[in-house]
């Protein structure tokens, strides 16, 4: 069964202060890995998407990388507009045909000023 | 920047009615979603919608559920006699196809309430 662990469930960081979020998941075969945003009472917003082990991507202060049994998101000098909840998903090859996404339950990250 | 869009942002419904919920996708996009996110739990996949028909669904999207795109833009979820349990945020997704950029875009969801 396909499965999405994200640790820790929730996460402190002071403005500054780097950190980095885990995703750990079992597929039949990777099709892609997905980080999303999510602000509370809103949607799911597109961050990264990875292939492949060793693919790295960055936007602004937050850097995804991922290896063939987890990926990481790493935060440098996070903001407090950086305070959300990071979702991990994946797409498994052999399960859904087209694509559904199986979510992880998600880091709640907080930074303070 | 386009985005997919949702209405309505919040529906109130008695145990046993039907609800409607309408999305309109990114125009350009083929392959349609619908997730759910109960208070506090993760996002669920319900169904997806390619070519006017259904391509996959979960164990949750039972005979109660259905989907349509009615028009060249809209993708609706029916859900015909509301349980308590399907109160929910229902988040409806759109991606350009799968071979390609498999991203999903969310829209901003519908709260639905059931009482």
């Known amino acids: 069964e396909d499965q999405v662990t994200q640790s820790p469930e929730a996460l402190r960081l002071q403005e500054g202060e780097s950190s980095s979020l885990n995703c750990s998941y079992t597929?039949?075969?990777?099709?892609?890995l997905f980080w999303y945003r999510q602000d509370p009472g809103k949607g799911p917003e597109f961050l990264f998407t990875?292939?492949?082990a060793g693919e790295e991507k960055e936007k602004e202060r937050l850097k995804a990388t991922l290896t063939k049994k987890e990926s990481f998101l790493h935060i440098t000098a996070p903001k407090p507009e950086d305070s959300a909840t990071y979702l991990c998903?994946?797409?498994?090859?052999?399960?859904?045909?087209?694509?559904?996404?199986?979510f992880g339950k998600g880091t709640k990250l907080s930074v303070k000023p | 920047e386009p985005e997919v869009t949702q209405t309505p942002s919040h529906q109130v419904t008695q145990m046993g009615q039907e609800v409607i919920l309408r999305c309109v996708p990114i125009?350009?996009?083929?392959?349609f979603y619908w997730y759910r996110q109960i208070l506090g739990q993760k996002v669920e996949f319900l169904v997806s919608?390619?070519?006017?028909?259904?391509?996959?669904k979960s164990e949750i999207f039972d005979d109660q559920f259905s989907v349509e795109r009615p028009d060249g833009s809209n993708f609706t979820l029916k859900i015909r006699s509301t349980k308590l349990e399907d109160s929910a945020m229902y988040f409806c997704?759109?991606?350009?196809?799968?071979?390609?950029?498999?991203?999903?875009?969310f829209g901003p969801g519908t709260r639905l309430t059931v009482t």
């Open positions: 597929v039949s075969g990777l099709r892609g």
């Open positions: 990875l292939y492949s």
């Open positions: 125009s350009n996009h083929l392959y």
């Open positions: 919608f390619y070519n006017n028909e259904i391509s996959e």
């Open positions: 997704a759109s991606s350009v196809g799968t071979s390609g950029s498999r991203e999903q875009y």
């Open positions: 998903a994946v797409q498994d090859r052999y399960g859904g045909s087209q694509g559904n996404l199986i």
